[in-house]
């Protein structure tokens, strides 16, 4: 079964012969009831024994009285006999007392109620015309609740008509529902405890399921918040390994600018080198051209003073002298605009490479504070595309959320968390559900083994009026439809549903009655009572019915049996009779040696 193997059938056994065993009596039978101011009766003792109580007397004395009395004072609330229970108090009276005294005498060295040190369990309940009712237990006042944990520790619940059966209660029986049925003979086997623990294991089953759902949409919502800032990690490292290509573009740009400057600086500086190796040049051409000028004209003055003179003078020399004084002079003058230029370009390339150095060190600053310098073939156009490209895609990105890299931490962690917890409560989940399994299958066990044990007996006691009778249980998937059916056959006949439509009236009450005594050995109240059970049963029947009775109860020598009857009995020196009788409106109480 679900994991648990043949070790868990063998406890499913072992926990249904636990509870066979515990449906047997505690041991204790109720000692004496009395009444005070309650219906019919003034003030009466009526004093019980083990085994079989008899209450007999004419109709109307208060021997009905006496078994309500009993179930109001171990806690019923709702009578057929009474609107409410202020009713039940005696006509002209303002209050009544009910006491149930139980028997708690050590027998064989040990208390048939071992957790109670007292010889006695009294049980008393006050009841007021102004509606107010209480429980006093050994002359504590107790609530009505801890009166039901404590009766239901014995086996008691006076509203299970299995245990208590007031007047018509055995044609009512015959009259519930199957699902009722089964209900009342679980609670009167002691097997209720097992649909507690069913109802406690799925109660148990939806909280985790509660939680499971819970955690479960915890976990979508973590995953989703995971995926999200997972997205968004992503994106900030993306910006990040970005930025960081700009980064080294922005470098390389910069160093680029810085390359491009000192090319600049170099160029300015080589035209004026050229500058001023041309102005030497040009110097010497003028000193040149400026000697020959003078030796020139020298050389012309001595021919105008030999001309002066009077000599003898060959002019063609003057003129070829005179022809190349004016190309010196004119050499020199040209020499001298053309250093003239030099130098007018000389101071502008001087002011271009102030200017260009200057450019050059602000360059190389900016680049220095961007790192240290990078060598690069390429031109900072060039450079610069890639840089506009790199800006492009880093903006294309969007917002990016610098807590991104902690969220994502957080949110993974947190998601983590959660999945953990999911997965535990799908470990408790399963376990939750196998143990629901596991207490409806020893519940069905328990049910099972019941009516195996019991169908033969009831089978048997229909034999001895002529009848036949089978037990079948319906739904057991389910212990809200599980249901009880009773199949009766009389007659010859085979085992039908025992209904109004079927069987007669006295058929249904012997059917159900045979079913009660089959059941009674595994009954777990220390006492049952029966009022008029066979008020509608023909006299053969009546008699066989009461000898069965008589024959369970004998049987089971643990328990107390309480029988109203306002018929004959027969009797015998192990009977408890009481006589009931009314004079003058008061019920009175005589014990029947």
């Keep these: 079964m679900l994991g648990r193997g043949l070790a868990g059938l063998e406890r499913m056994g072992e926990a249904a012969e636990k509870l066979r065993e515990a449906a047997k009596p505690a041991g204790t039978y109720i000692r004496e009831v009395i009444l005070e101011n309650f219906m019919s009766h003034e003030y009466s003792r009526i004093p019980l024994k083990p085994g079989m109580n008899v209450i007999t007397g004419p109709n109307g004395a208060g021997k009905s009285s006496i078994l309500l009395g009993i179930a109001v004072a171990l806690g019923q609330t709702y009578t057929d006999r009474a609107e409410k229970l202020s ?46 009712y209480w429980h006093y237990v050994n002359n504590r006042l107790k609530t009505k609740a801890e009166v039901e944990h404590l009766l239901r520790r014995l086996g008691i619940n006076p509203n299970n008509m299995l245990i208590i059966m007031h007047q018509n209660m055995i044609e009512e029986f015959a009259a519930r529902n199957n699902v009722e049925k089964l209900r009342m003979v679980e609670d009167a086997v002691g097997a209720s405890q097992f649909r507690r623990r069913i109802i406690e294991a799925e109660a148990k089953l939806r909280d985790i399921q509660t939680r499971e759902k819970t955690l479960r949409r915890a976990l979508e919502e973590a995953k989703a918040a995971v995926e999200y800032w997972r997205e968004q990690y992503e994106k900030l490292l993306t910006r990040k390994k970005l930025e960081e290509e700009k980064r080294k573009l922005e470098l390389e740009y910069a160093w680029a600018l810085v390359s491009e400057a000192e090319a600049s600086v170099n160029r300015v500086r080589e035209r004026i080198d050229a500058l001023l190796l041309e102005e030497k040049k040009l110097l010497s051409e003028i000193e040149f051209h400026e000697a020959e000028v003078g030796r020139i004209r020298r050389s012309l003055l001595d021919l105008i003073e030999a001309v002066k003179r009077g000599e003898l003078v060959n002019l063609e020399g003057f003129e070829r002298d005179l022809d190349v004084l004016l190309d010196e002079k004119g050499a020199a ?102 143990e629901v399994e596991y207490r409806k299958e020893l519940w069905r066990k328990f049910l099972r083994d019941l009516v195996k044990e019991v169908e033969p007996q009831f089978d048997a006691i229909l034999s001895n009026v002529g009848g036949r009778g089978r037990i079948v249980l319906r739904n057991l998937e389910d212990p809200e439809r599980a249901s009880i059916e009773l199949h009766v056959g009389f007659r010859g006949a085979e085992p039908v549903l025992l209904d109004a439509q079927t069987h007669s009236g006295g058929e249904r009450i012997v059917g159900t009655l045979a079913f009660l005594l089959a059941l009674q050995k595994y009954v777990k109240s220390p006492f049952r009572a029966v009022d008029e059970f066979d008020v509608h049963l023909d006299p053969l029947n009546r008699e066989r019915m009461i000898k069965l009775l008589l024959n369970v109860a004998r049987g089971e020598a643990r328990t107390q049996y309480i029988l109203i009857t306002p018929g004959k009995m027969p009797v015998s020196e192990d009977m408890n009779i009481i006589l009931v009788q009314s004079i003058r409106g008061k019920s009175r109480i005589t014990t029947v040696e």
């Design 87 to 132: 009713d039940l108090i005696r006509r002209g009276e303002k209050a009544a007392r009910i006491t149930v005294i139980f028997d708690n005498r050590e027998v064989d060295g040990g208390r048939p109620i071992p957790w109670l040190s007292s010889d006695q369990l009294v049980i008393t309940r006050y009841l007021k015309k102004t509606g107010e």
């Design 333 to 434: 003058e040209v020499a001298r605009y053309r250093l003239q230029v030099n130098r007018s370009e000389q101071k502008r390339l001087g002011y271009e490479l102030r200017r260009l150095e200057k450019d050059l060190s602000e360059k190389f600053r900016s680049a220095a504070a961007l790192g240290e310098r990078v060598e690069t073939r390429r031109k900072p156009s060039e450079v610069l595309e890639d840089l506009k490209a790199m800006s492009l895609k880093i903006a294309s990105l969007g917002e990016v959320l610098e807590e991104a890299e902690d969220m994502y931490v957080i949110a993974d962690s947190r998601y983590r968390e959660t999945e953990q917890k999911f997965m535990e409560v799908e470990e408790n989940l399963k376990k939750a559900l196998e």
